[in-house]
């Protein structure tokens, strides 16, 4: 998205995240690799169209995501 930070909040710009990402990935496939659960989050390692990633996903009491932190190999 181009964002100087990095963030993305809020359904809608995930709804735009996610819609340019697959215009220009239409046969977009992720291979699940690991998942890793602790207290209050969990994060999921996978290979995708950047390689190596990892996405940790922190939740609130309500069990709805409060923030999360997607990671790319480099």
Request: without cysteine; charged residues 20%; proline residues 4%.
């Amino acid at each position: 998205m181009n964002k100087p930070s990095g963030k993305l909040k809020g359904k809608a710009m995930m709804h735009v995240s996610w819609s340019k990402l697959l215009a220009k990935y239409p046969e977009l496939r992720f291979e699940k690799r690991h998942v890793w659960v602790g207290a209050g989050s969990f994060t999921l390692i996978y290979s995708g169209v950047r390689g190596l990633s990892a996405e940790v996903f922190h939740f609130d009491p309500q069990g709805k995501v409060y923030a999360a932190y997607i990671h790319y190999e480099l």
